[in-house]
């Protein structure tokens, strides 16, 4: 799932005094694939039809939008509704900067709808500050062809397995069996499967714990004792998915987001998809949300709220997701499109039932940034993984501490 972010702004007089007069709402976001901007497009001329006093102006910002977003709501110029992933939600929910939307739910609305564990996520002190309008969670990703030259006839189901999957693989369709994709996003169910925690009940990192680095050390000891792993750079690619696509590797783990695009970049790509293989003996994944929410300070609540409950609605979401691009969130929807049956989204369905959310705290950067770098770090063995994980431990929260 791309993670765009969309703002909206008013213009004009609020709707109750306009009784012959066009609103122009203006939407933001950054620019996603080209299927997810298609589809947006199409499902703002939708709401344009149902709602003819109200014309929406898509505009985008191209980088850095919680940066320009933070900014404009401190200095009250933000738009009136945007979207917020989950990761960046208990920040702003924190800050006083989003309207409740309790009071604007109505019974008809059917909020019970909602998967219950995506709508926590924008949940703070009683009140629901967003409403997810879809999710992915990981899944493995697997060459059918390279499978069936290697002599394996179905996918791994713990992570031992996939190591010597790895191994059977590497060097034959594909120049490595498995594709690591080694940022925090893509590996803190490997934390929590040891019974590691990424942040502490403060909100301060935690990911040097000994359970952590149990569930870490897989990934460094696949990539430097086996040799079966690699990162997109390593093969000259830009991501897990383009270095899976183009057969660079046997296996990687990655999202729904990656269906539509091997589908019509790779047309020729023979693939399937599995559950994440077990660690510990137990499930994981992780889960990734974005939600609609409105500003605190809009002029134009009762207008907000139109556009975000047709488009977190039922009709809205089927028509959002109808086409496998984005999981969605309201069960009757998914009981509709029916992709617990799909042979591709079926794997990636299950693991909301028990993927770790993508929520890591008020501070996401700061702890996901000193992760990063200083996990990369040590898969390419510039140091070790118990030190890497101490420094970027200390070093996010030494800058939490200065935040707060």
């Known amino acids: 799932m791309a993670m765009a972010i969309a703002v909206i702004s008013y213009q004009n007089f609020p709707l109750s005094n306009q009784t012959n007069t ?26 344009e039809l149902e709602h003819p006093h109200i014309k929406v102006k898509y ?7 919680m940066d320009v977003l933070t900014t404009r709501l401190i200095g009250e110029a933000a738009p009136d509704v945007f979207y917020l992933e989950s990761v960046e939600a208990p920040f702003l929910m924190s800050q006083n900067l989003l309207e409740p939307l309790n009071t604007y739910i109505t019974p008809e609305f059917d909020l019970e709808d909602f998967e219950e564990g995506l709508l926590d996520n924008f949940k703070y002190k009683d009140n629901i500050y967003g409403l997810p309008k879809d999710y992915s969670t990981l899944a493995l990703f697997y060459n059918q062809k390279a499978f069936a030259a290697a002599g394996l006839s179905s996918p791994p189901s713990n992570w031992d397995e996939l190591r010597t999957y790895s191994k059977v693989l590497t060097g034959k369709l594909s120049k490595y069996g498995f594709g690591v994709t080694p940022q925090l996003s893509n590996q803190a169910y490997k934390i929590t499967a040891f019974g590691g925690k990424v942040v502490d009940e403060n909100g301060n990192a935690a ?11 897989l990934v460094i000891d696949q990539y430097q004792k086996d040799g079966t792993s690699a990162q997109a750079t390593d093969v000259g690619t830009n991501s897990g998915t383009e270095m899976f696509g183009q057969s660079r590797v046997a296996m990687v783990i990655d999202g729904n987001w990656a269906i539509p695009y091997l589908e019509t970049t790779f047309p020729d790509l023979e693939f399937a998809t599995a559950e994440v293989p077990t660690i510990n003996d137990k499930k994981g994944t992780m889960v990734f949300t974005v939600a609609y929410v409105m500003n605190k300070q809009s002029q134009h609540k009762a207008t907000a709220w139109e556009l975000i409950s047709y488009l977190t609605g039922k009709e ?4 959002w997701t109808g086409t496998g691009f984005a999981l969605p969130t309201r069960t009757s929807v998914a009981a509709q499109l029916g992709y617990d049956q799909d042979p591709l989204r ?30 990369i770090s040590a898969l390419l063995g510039q140091q070790p993984l118990q030190s890497a994980m101490v420094r970027a431990e200390n070093a996010a929260n030494r800058q939490i501490r200065t935040r707060d």
């Open 22 to 47: 066009t609103v122009t709402i203006k939407l933001s976001g950054w620019a996603g694939n080209p299927i997810e901007q298609k589809l947006l497009k199409q499902l703002l001329q939708d709401f």
């Open 59 to 65: 505009e985008v910002i191209s980088d850095q939008y």
């Open 207 to 217: 990911f040097a714990t000994p359970e952590a680095l149990q569930g870490l050390q």
């Open 316 to 319: 809205g979401m089927a028509k």
């Open 346 to 375: 079926s794997p990636l369905v299950a693991g909301i039932d028990y993927g770790t959310t993508w929520q890591i705290g008020k501070y996401p950067a700061t702890i996901a940034n000193n992760f990063d770098n200083q996990f």
